[in-house]
């Protein structure tokens, strides 16, 4: 054994992986699959869904955690579909479809785990937001602004901007829009202006081809980062 891995056991298989591997890739590096709605490669696991759960430990002393944030341990026994696990998936489905009645993906999973109905009071039909995160976590870590995050507490829990107004840490970059995996976030563009968490921002055309680049927001955001003059950004890429 290298002496960076360990070894331990994923429903009944001894494998090997690097120290500190998730238990959710490490199962995955050995063909065992733990659903998960909220994981996402490029954005530190935060356990949001609860939907990747597995069991550790053997009987009587066993508990669930999530498989996304918890590490490889030397030794460790990991059950991914158990009857407490698969428990807990049934319940933490029935939740997430009571909050998001439209949405399709997490209806399809949910059948595929025997999951057709949900025994709680079913919020706006049309809500489709899983509460993964995932928009929260690239503003915060791509992005780094923090414009919006997760608000209130289930049953009324929602990603909102601060005190649900107008966000002036937003710069209209449209990450969010693009990460969120069930095209929940309203986002328009008309006439040169884009319209994002209830605020317009100004777009800015290059000045070859005269095609809109970005939010001037977005580019005096880089011009900060970078240090360079905001000007320098006025080219789309297509021009340089
Ligand atoms: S808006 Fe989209 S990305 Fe954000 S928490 Fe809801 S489903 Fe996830």
Redesign the pocket.
């Known amino acids: 054994m290298k002496n960076d891995s360990v070894s331990l056991t994923i429903d009944g298989k001894p494998v090997q992986v690097p120290a500190g591997t998730a238990l959710l890739l490490a199962a995955k590096a050995n063909n065992i699959d733990i659903p998960t709605l909220c994981y996402h490669p490029e954005l530190k696991p935060e356990g949001h869904c609860r939907l990747c759960v597995v069991e550790i430990g053997t009987a009587p002393r066993t508990r669930l955690v999530n498989s996304c944030t918890y590490p490889a341990e030397p030794g460790l026994v990991v059950q991914t579909a158990s009857a407490k696990v698969l428990a807990s998936r049934r319940m933490v489905l029935e939740l997430l479809l009571a909050q998001a009645p439209a949405g399709e993906h997490l209806k399809e999973m949910a059948a595929a785990m025997g999951v057709h109905e949900t025994r709680f009071k079913k919020g706006d039909p049309a809500a ?9 976590r690239t503003c915060r870590e791509v992005v780094g602004v923090s414009a919006i995050s997760m608000a209130f507490r289930t049953p009324k829990k929602r ?1 909102a901007t601060p005190f649900a107004e107008q966000s002036e840490a937003c710069i209209g970059c449209g990450s ?1 829009v693009f ?4 095209n ?2 309203a986002y328009t563009e008309k006439d040169g202006i884009r319209t994002v968490w209830g605020r317009k921002f100004e777009l800015q055309p290059c000045n070859k081809c005269g095609n809109y680049i970005a939010p001037k927001a977005q580019l005096e955001h880089w011009a900060k980062l970078t240090g360079d003059p905001v000007e320098s950004f006025y080219v789309c890429k297509d021009c340089r």
């Open positions: 489709r937001c899983i509460l993964c995160a995932q928009c929260v990603v969010c990460i969120c995996p069930t929940t976030i």
